[in-house]
């Protein structure tokens, strides 16, 4: 169904032109340009939300942190060395979950929405954010998409090293432990991959190649 928007958005245009006088066309466009401009809002009102999880998730990860240190007394031996393996890769879950979210709305931006726009108005030069910033944006190793799940595996490995350094009982709290953080660890690789992928579309869509150079002639 989605494959078919274009077409029927230029069939309704086509039906517009036929059957409209010139000025009903120009406020029937007008109306739909309304439309692309407020579904484009929304989608950028939901990708800031992303950004602001960007920027908190660190803050909220050491406070966390903080939390259980301060009451680390107050906690089972066995359980310690978990619940602080477990910081990391559960902060990287709602993190990489928000990612997934706001490149979608950025491809389908890019993908669907602008195109549509373009064709009523005539012009590419609107919404443009995106297009500029992946052909200007410099390297930063701080957004290499390798970072979460890097971190989320070296949680785990230093959980299951204080817990196997530490013999702590009952026995089934380290398997326990390791299994949740594992399996913690292994969906945020999988939303990792899954964001790069949408990344590289997006890159597609604004023009560039996958790896967001320009596309050689």
Known sequence: MSDRRPSMLRAALSLI???????????????????CSAEYQVMMGRVTNWTVLQYALWPIAIGFYAIIADHASDVP?????????????ISY???????????NYILHVEGRLRPQAARIVGTQEFWTW????????????AYWYGWPPLLSFV????GLFYSRRGHYQPWWVEPLGFTITSVSALTVYYLTREGRRLDRSINVAVGLNENGKPKEP
Not at 132 to 137: I, K, S
Request: aromatic share 6%; hydrophobic share 45%; net charge neutral.
């Open 130 to 141: 995106e297009s500029v910033h992946r052909r200007t944006r410099k390297p930063n190793p």
């Open 77 to 89: 031996p066995a359980v310690l060395p978990w619940l602080m393996a477990a910081v990391l890769p």
């Open 93 to 103: 879950l709602a993190y990489q979950s928000a990612m997934i979210d706001a490149l």
């Open 155 to 158: 949680s785990v490995a230093v």
């Open 17 to 35: 032109g036929n059957f409209c006088p010139p000025e009903n066309q120009r406020d029937v466009a007008s109306e739909i340009i309304a439309l």
